[in-house]
């Protein structure tokens, strides 16, 4: 079978792989959350997982300087009102 990678270079990917294993782990779960919600998610998932992530997103605020808090409140906020105005503009 013809490669379009040379035998060096998938040697290399296999010994990063089994090197960072738990990296190589979340990149799949990364991926495999974007397939889903881009793909196969109903609307009541989506709800459920925009819940989930508003949960995850102010847990971590939490662990965060107070300093940095309120810029990331700000970010949040910046981009849930960039969101609904992207949409109102595609049902236009």
């Known amino acids: 079978m013809a490669y379009k990678t040379s035998e060096a270079h ?3 990917s296999k010994n990063y792989r089994q090197k960072n294993k738990e990296t190589e782990r979340i990149h799949t779960y990364r991926r495999t959350c ?4 881009k793909k196969h998610a109903d609307i009541a998932d989506l709800f459920q997982l925009q819940e989930l992530l508003n949960q995850r997103f102010f847990s971590l605020l939490e662990e965060q300087p107070t300093q940095e808090k309120e810029a990331l409140i700000n970010e949040y906020h910046a981009r849930q009102q960039h969101a609904g105005k992207t949409e109102q503009k ?3």
């Open 10 to 12: 998938r040697r290399a």
């Open 34 to 37: 974007r397939l889903y919600i």
């Open 90 to 92: 595609k049902g236009e």
